[in-house]
Structure formats: C-alpha cells, structure tokens
C-alpha cells in the first residue's frame, strides 16, 4: 500500500529543530498573553469577577439591563475610581440617567478621573467625556459588540489563527503519534473550532446560548494546542526514539502495520 513516509524530529537537522523550538516558545508565550487579554477584555462585565458565559453573552449581544458605561465599570474600567464613586454612577443610571442631576453628581467623578483618556486630547478613539453627548452614548442601551466591530474582529482572528496552526500543525506533523487518525484529529480541531467559534460570536446576538460554543470551542482549542506544543517539544529533545524508527533512519509510514 502506501509507501510514503514523514521523517521524525530526531533526524531533522539541528538547525530546523531549534527553528522549530523557537517558534513553539514564543507562540507558547503569545497563548498565553491571549488569554490574558480575553480575561482583561471580558472577566467581569458580569459583577461575578471571574469570566464567566454571561460575561459573553454580554460582550457580545449586551446587556438588556445594562449600560455600556455601566458594564464597563464593572469591567476593564472599574479600578479608575473609588469604589463609592463607582456606587454613585451606578445608582444614577438605574434611576434613568438623568441629565438634569448629571453636572451635579456624575460630571465631576468623570473630570476627575475620566477624562485625562476620555477626551480628544486624551485619546480621540475613545468616548469623549467633555462633552454630554459623548457621555448619551455609553448611558444607552447596552447592545454588545456592533456588526462593524465583529466583522473586523472575526476577519484578523480567521486569518491570524489560520497562520499559527498552520505553522504549530507542520511541526507536529513530525511527530510519532499513533493511531495515526488521532494525530489528524489534533490537528483538524483548531481549524474545526476556530470556524464555529468565530460563527458563535454572531449567532450569540440571536441566542445568548451559543457563548457555551465560544467557550468550547476556545477549550478544544487550547487543548489541541497544547497537545501539539508539548508532543513536539517533548519528542524533539528528550523523547527516547523507538528502534523501529531509528532502523529506518527516522522515516516513519502513515500506515503503522507496515512499520515493522
Ligand atoms: C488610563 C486611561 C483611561 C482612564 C483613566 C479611563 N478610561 Fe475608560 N477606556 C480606556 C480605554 C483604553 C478603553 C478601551 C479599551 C477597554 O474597553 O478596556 C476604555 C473604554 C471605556 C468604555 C467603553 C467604551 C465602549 O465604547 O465600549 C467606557 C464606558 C469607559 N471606558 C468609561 C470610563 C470611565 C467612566 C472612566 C472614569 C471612571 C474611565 N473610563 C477612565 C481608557 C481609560
């Protein structure tokens, strides 16, 4: 039957293995800022301070009862101001965010310790807080991520992530692992799940339900990653190779019955 062969990291030069090594290094670090930045990004919104799936059902389809100035206070914005302060805004939003109390109470919390970023000169992408109508559009409607934002996101993530298994797959490829449909599987996955996670965002406006297929499907990923990183990394450097791949200088068949 087939006679094609794949040859196992131990008979790879030296240099391709530390070209290997290197890149399993920095995209191990580069998984591991990803997570931080999904935790930063979204850990919260909730009032529950771990990340939870209504963390994003909300940052995805928003908040019915919520504000975009209120979730992000209880999110990424909530260590900008005193805990009290952050009481006083949320008691005048549930009251209907009055304009008429909001030069009284609000305006001097946000001067004091909003807009040294929320201004023009502070950081012209974000809501301007010098003005009242820059401070309406986050006292709406919480609706969640826009279209816009979504396709914009969704298209970097499936190109960058489509990079990175590629090139993470390649070297496992390299790698001893049977049944050989196993290792398809591994490294199938992250493609499989980057295409529903990335279709779980959209669908999660028309049914909050699907931030559990976000979820899953950020876990397989993880785990198909990490099976790939640690097998490889393992196999290239202390993995004692089997005589039976040493015989035939390190080329492995894809049919494992032909091995011996
Ligand atoms: C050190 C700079 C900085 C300060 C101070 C700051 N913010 Fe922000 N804010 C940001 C950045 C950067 C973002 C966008 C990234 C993010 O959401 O974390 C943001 C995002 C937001 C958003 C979400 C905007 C959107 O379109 O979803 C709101 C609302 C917000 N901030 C409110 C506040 C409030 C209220 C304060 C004061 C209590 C405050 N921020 C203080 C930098 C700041």
Known sequence: MSNVNFTHFRFLPLSMRVLFTMVLLVFGIGYLMAMIQVWENHAGKDGDPMLTAKDL????????????????LRGSMSDMLPAE????IFTWL?????????????????????VMCHSPDGNPHLPDFTSAAGVAKVTATDEGMTLHTLIRV???HLF???????IIGYIYTHAFVRPTWLKCVVIAVPFATLITDVASWYLTKVWTGFAWVVIGSGALMGIS?????????????????????????????CVHSEAH
């Open 225 to 253: 990653f990490a099976i790939m990183w640690f097998t490889s990394m393992w196999q290239m450097w202390f993995w004692k190779v089997p005589a039976s791949i040493t015989e035939k200088n390190g080329l492995i068949p």
């Open 57 to 72: 059902m909300i940052a995805y389809s928003g908040n019915p009862d919520g504000t975009k100035l209120e979730t992000a």
């Open 160 to 166: 960058s992530i489509t990079f990175i298994f590629f």
């Open 94 to 114: 549930h009251e209907g965010a009055n304009m008429d109390e909001f030069d009284a109470r609000i305006n001097p919390i946000l001067q004091e310790h909003c």
């Open 85 to 88: 302060k952050r009481e006083t």
């Open 154 to 156: 969704s298209h970097i």
